[in-house]
């Protein structure tokens, strides 16, 4: 599974757009980018996921880059209730088997 | 839908014994997959089970093992227990376990273990 790296920690304003970026320059072409958060103290929750396009739903947008070595996940109004630790994750999935390998992630503080 | 849920939310154990975590998956939901989380490590896969059947195992020692029933509920134990084993244990079901077939994995809350 290719690796991803991801800044640390990153602050937003409440109301602004946060875009989180990850770079997975040895990503593989059967390999899908995910997204989950960790609220404090919860199980991860899924966010979006994508292969090559861009993709939208009703929690944020992924901008996936054409060489496919990096993406960036968008919360278009970021909210209090959005900080948590994102992970951006490269998946392989077979017919037979599945899992995540998560990274450190990234911690977005969403401030007043 | 209920969601996953998982069971006991909190636990704590003493150094050399053992625990048996359980996983109710999301009705219909056939894939279990478990992953330890601690603050040093972050969240590590342990194993997954489809149909009964472990499919795929992370870089656990033997000490951690599990099982799935017929129902899809699934239970995982560790065995003389170390200190270094006191984490948040989550469990994760899917349709199919498989992204070729448009399945996604959603998370419990946890159980967090503590060992002493």
């Known amino acids: 599974d290719a690796k991803t790296t991801q800044p640390p920690s990153m602050d937003c304003a409440e109301g602004r757009a946060a875009n989180l970026p990850c770079n997975h320059s040895?990503?593989?072409?059967?390999?899908?980018v995910y997204w989950y958060r960790q609220i404090h103290s919860q199980g991860p929750q899924y966010i979006i996921h994508?292969?090559?396009n861009n993709e939208t739903n009703e929690m944020a947008s992924l901008i996936i880059t054409e060489d496919r070595k990096s993406s960036t996940l968008i919360l278009p109004h970021a909210t209090l209730r959005d900080t948590a630790v994102y992970y951006c994750?490269?998946?392989?999935?077979?017919?037979?088997?599945?899992?995540?390998?998560f990274g450190t992630g990234t911690r977005l503080q969403v401030f007043p | 839908k209920a969601g996953v849920t998982q069971t006991p939310r909190y636990l704590i154990k003493t150094r050399g014994q053992q625990v048996t975590l359980s996983c109710s998956p999301i009705?219909?939901?056939?894939?279990v997959s478990w992953y330890q989380q601690t603050p040093g490590q972050g969240l590590q896969f342990l194993f997954e089970?489809?149909?009964?059947?472990?499919?795929n195992k992370g870089n656990f020692p033997g000490r951690f093992s599990g099982r799935q029933f017929s129902n899809s509920r699934s239970e995982m134990n560790v065995s003389t227990l170390e200190l270094g084993d006191s984490a948040l244990y989550l469990c994760?079901?899917?349709?199919?376990?498989?992204?070729?077939?448009?399945?996604?994995?959603?998370f419990g809350p946890g159980t967090r273990l503590t060992v002493t």
């Open positions: 994750i490269v998946r392989v999935s077979t017919v037979n088997t599945d899992k995540l390998i």
């Open positions: 994760a079901s899917s349709l199919t376990g498989s992204l070729l077939l448009g399945s996604e994995q959603y």
């Open positions: 994508g292969l090559k």
């Open positions: 040895t990503i593989s072409g059967n390999e899908y």
């Open positions: 009705s219909g939901h056939r894939s």
């Open positions: 089970y489809f149909s009964e059947t472990q499919r």
